[in-house]
């Protein structure tokens, strides 16, 4: 670590820390709301260049022409990133900067360890806390990266499907007990041990990195894609963890508040996103969900046979035209077929027409939380509209037509009535309560769960087969002949 | 300042932040997301200390690419966070 030589004194750059952490708060507390929510990301902003700044100023290290250009650089590549994502990639977005957080996290206590070593010599002895933070900032740091890396790679269709292997658990936990160990030598030193291991820090520092980074790989690998909402949330959390334990080798306070802070919010959300699907975190991280069991398409074609009705957008039309409350239903498919506007259109015509029309969204729709409503948001839809699932599941009754599109597993009423379906207790939207259900879709196949659907085949549901934007903008089209 | 004093913020942040968080409407989710992951970037200032230090070619070198990435995720995600939460707090017809 660089030596306090500038000419701000520790007092100021302590009460600047204290400044950034009051304002980090306010801020997430201005994400309460949406009409703060923008002003409080602001006052976190403001809150980072107020500790960055005060760093630089009192350890006077903004010299090294290195620095800067390290920092234009980190600006152009953040910037250009986030003012040229489109909407549909925002997730593997997230996901990225989510890693690199933590694969910053991972070099710094590296290169703390290798400066300290560097200075104290081969034979002396580091402090256990400050080589205990560093194997966890290591570990953590390493594993948000790589992992933060295939789920980007994932959701931005550059890697294939999950994969899957014989002994896969027995490989993950080997892998993380090399990390784990490699860990404990830095912490309990050779000469405690005797000569058996690494004699240097760095070096098994780098042998911890390395296994940290393998096993973020296999962690991320075998997880699908409708998953995602819960790995993003938990890398979120990782990365802020990585920031913390990055604080105590740094002994730096607001490291650690923030942090701490970040790894709060990302598990909160973690939590939120796996009660949603009624799983475990480690069934997700682990489990095998959505492998088709054998004779699977056999049953779903026998529930099906003769018993699905399609329509046609004229068809909805009618329907939409005698209803006075209309629900829209939305799921990765529309994000996918970038529907939103389409459907925020024909929701804004409904409405002009005296039709009552909000969206009914579940937690774990689309790749990662939230996703369904920022794109709602993008096509100008209030968020008044937009309702969570316990808000709308009681309105359905009163419901004339709910148009699903894109959505499966989130709709499906076997969550309720099947025990022994993989998706048995899952907090489902109640749509086949409304008097008539369309249902957007390609085609009948199943959805991440790989099972059948039973709302497909109820009297009250229509089938509108086709691409989520072509089907809603034909509904459209269709409702603007006839006003 | 000690290891025990470090904790003690880490647990009392801890509490802090599940109080704000759980407040936050699923409307959110996203932007809260990329706005929190923009404060983990505050490692910035770590990369800053051991890249500004100079002590060896090697911890230069990882400072560096550690500053690279810290200001990426910090810029990247205040930025895209702030674009997301302009459409939230816009009317219709705005």
Redesign the interface.
């Known amino acids: 670590?660089?030596?306090p030589t500038g000419w701000l004194p520790e007092s100021v750059l302590q009460l600047a820390y204290l400044g950034a952490?009051t304002l980090?708060?306010l801020?997430?507390?201005g994400?309460?709301?949406?009409?703060t929510?923008?002003r409080?990301?602001?006052l976190?902003?403001a809150g980072?260049v107020l500790?960055?700044g005060a760093?630089?100023l009192r350890?006077?290290?903004?010299?090294?022409l290195?620095?800067l250009?390290?920092?234009l650089?980190?600006?152009a590549?953040?910037?250009w990133?986030?003012?040229t994502?489109e909407t549909t990639q925002?997730p593997q977005?997230?996901g990225l900067?989510?890693g690199?957080?933590?694969?910053?996290?991972a070099?710094?206590a590296?290169?703390?360890l290798?400066?300290r070593f560097?200075?104290a010599g081969a034979a002396s002895v580091l402090p256990y806390?400050v080589t205990g933070a560093a194997a966890l900032a290591g570990i953590v740091g390493a594993v948000t990266f790589w992992g933060s890396l295939v789920a980007a790679g994932r959701l931005h269709g550059v890697l294939g499907d999950p994969v899957r292997y014989a002994g896969e658990q027995a490989v993950k936990l080997a892998v993380l007990l090399v990390a784990v160990l490699a860990g404990l030598a830095l912490v309990v030193r050779p000469g405690a041990l005797g000569a058996a291991l690494p004699v240097d820090w760095a070096p098994t520092y780098w042998v911890l990195v390395v296994a940290a980074s393998v096993l973020g790989v296999l962690f991320v690998a075998p997880i699908g894609g409708a998953d995602m909402p819960v790995v993003?949330?938990l890398l979120?959390a990782c990365?802020?963890l990585?920031?913390?334990t990055?604080?105590?080798?740094?002994?730096?306070?607001?490291?650690?508040?923030?942090?701490?802070?970040?790894?709060?919010?990302?598990l909160?959300?973690t939590r939120?996103m796996c009660r949603s699907m009624n799983r475990s975190l480690a069934n997700v991280v682990f489990g095998r969900f959505g492998d088709s069991t054998p004779g699977a398409g056999d049953r779903a074609a026998a529930l099906y046979e003769g018993n699905v009705m399609s329509t046609s957008p004229e068809e909805v039309e009618i329907l939409l035209d005698a209803a006075r409350r209309v629900v829209i239903v939305p799921g990765y498919g529309m994000a996918v077929g970038q529907a939103q506007h389409a459907v925020a259109e024909l929701a804004?015509r409904l409405e002009a027409s005296g039709v009552e029309v909000e969206f009914g969204?579940h937690?774990v729709a689309g790749r990662?939380?939230?996703?369904m409503?920022?794109l709602l948001?993008?096509a100008?839809v209030?968020?008044e509209k937009?309702r969570?699932l316990s808000e709308i599941n009681p309105t359905f009754p009163q419901t004339d037509v709910v148009i699903v599109t894109g959505a499966n597993d989130v709709v499906n009423p076997a969550a309720l009535t099947d025990e022994s379906s993989p998706i048995a207790g899952m907090p489902v939207l109640h749509v086949w309560e409304a008097g008539t259900v369309v249902v957007n879709k390609r085609s009948l196949s199943p959805g991440y769960a790989g099972i059948p659907n039973p709302l497909f085949t109820r009297d009250n549901t229509y089938m509108l087969f086709g691409d989520a934007k072509e089907s809603m903008q034909a509904v459209l089209d269709e409702y603007d002949r006839t006003h | 300042m000690t290891f025990v004093e470090n904790l003690t913020l880490f647990v009392l942040a801890g509490f802090v932040g599940y109080e704000v968080i759980t407040k936050v409407p699923a409307n959110l989710h996203t932007p809260l997301i990329a706005g929190a992951n923009a404060i983990s970037g505050i490692t910035l200032i770590g990369s800053v200390l051991v890249a500004g230090a100079g002590a060896s070619t090697l911890a230069t070198l990882l400072g560096f690419l550690a500053v690279v990435m810290a200001t990426a995720n910090v810029v990247g995600g205040y930025l895209v966070s702030h674009l997301m939460l302009r459409n939230f707090g816009r009317r219709r017809g705005d």
């Open positions: 670590m660089a030596a952490a980090f708060v801020g997430l507390r994400m309460t709301h949406p009409r929510a923008a409080g990301n602001l976190s902003a980072m500790a960055v760093t630089v350890f006077e290290v903004l010299s090294p290195v620095l250009a390290a920092l650089v980190g600006v590549v953040g910037a990133l986030a003012v994502v925002l977005l997230v900067f989510n690199f957080g933590g694969g910053a996290s070099l710094v590296g290169a703390e290798v400066d560097g200075a806390d993003i949330a979120n990365s802020g990585a920031a913390a990055t604080g105590f080798v740094l002994d730096n306070s607001v490291l650690v508040i923030a942090g701490t802070l970040v790894g709060a919010s990302g909160i959300l939120i804004e969204i937690p990662m939380p939230g996703h409503n920022v948001a993008e100008n209030p968020y937009m969570e």
